[in-house]
Nanobody, 126 residues
Framework: QVQLVESGGGLVQAGGSLRLSCAAS????????MGWFRQAPGKEREFVAA????????YYADSVKGRFTISRGNDRNTVYLQMGSLKPEDTAIYYC???????????????????WGQGTQVTVSS
């Protein structure tokens, strides 16, 4: 089993920045893709960004491309989402996810997601 714990959410004004972290523990395996999804009130969960197990490939939703950056820590079991130029529409609960054998592209269509974190709230004020 794998546990994913997100942190770093909070309140930030529009145009500001925030960094989310996701720490994976347990039986994570080596070749896992990890990513971030978000869910705003009254909306379905949507893809935000994903990264390959090596960290060499990333994939972003069009809505965040150029503003958000996903990266992996040196131990490969920590994933970060650096969010910049935040907009009120970025307000959501952000969830970390892990896909064994997945790719950033497969995570982009929510395929093969094995584990989800509990979520961390991001609120962007106007």
């Amino acid at each position: 089993q794998v546990q994913l714990v997100e942190s770093g959410g909070g309140l930030v004004q529009a145009g500001g920045s925030l960094r989310l972290s996701c720490a994976a523990s347990g039986r994570t395996f080596s070749r896992n893709a990890m990513g971030w999804f978000r869910q705003a009130p009254g909306k379905e969960r949507e893809f935000v960004a994903a990264i390959s197990w090596s960290g060499g490939i990333t994939y972003y939703a069009d809505s965040v491309k150029g503003r958000f950056t996903i990266s992996r820590g040196n131990d490969r079991n920590t994933v970060y989402l650096q969010m910049g130029s935040l907009k009120p529409e970025d307000t959501a609960i952000y969830y970390c996810a892990l896909a064994f054998g997945g790719t950033p592209q497969t995570m982009g269509v929510m395929a093969g997601i094995n584990y989800w974190g509990q979520g961390t709230q991001v609120t962007v004020s106007s």
